[in-house]
């Protein structure tokens, strides 16, 4: 089993970046695929980006192509989403999440078994 802490949300203007981080514990991270979902006020969550065990392999939402780049280092239990140029349209809650299946990255919210408490992402116009 796995628990998950993100952290770097926060308020930034139009054009800037952040760099969300995911914390992870227990011994099998490095088996697991990863993703980072996001859900906007009145909407469903929904996928932004996932990645599978090795970092060899990536996929990621249409709206955030070419903008937002996720990453891991299994050796520090980390998951990483690192996004620019923000827009308004992606003010959400950011969600990081587990999938135990070993499965390659899915945009599928129902295939991941352990979630993140989340962190706020606000973009200013």
């Known amino acids: 089993q796995v628990q998950l802490v993100e952290s770097g949300g926060g308020l930034v203007q139009a054009g800037g970046s952040l760099r969300l981080s995911c914390a992870a514990s227990g011994r099998t991270f490095s088996l697991y695929a990863m993703g980072w979902f996001r859900q906007a006020p009145g909407k469903e969550r929904e996928f932004v980006a996932a990645i599978n065990w090795s970092g060899g392999s990536t996929k990621y939402a249409d709206p955030v192509k070419g903008r937002f780049t996720i990453s891991r280092d299994n050796a520090k239990k980390m998951v990483y989403l690192q996004m620019n140029p923000l827009k308004p349209e992606d003010t959400a809650v950011y969600y990081c999440?587990?999938?135990?299946?070993?499965?390659?990255?899915?945009?599928?919210?129902?295939?991941?078994?352990?979630w993140g408490q989340g962190t706020q992402v606000t973009v200013s116009s």
């Open positions: 999440a587990a999938d135990y299946g070993m499965r390659n990255p899915s945009d599928r919210l129902n295939e991941y078994d352990a």
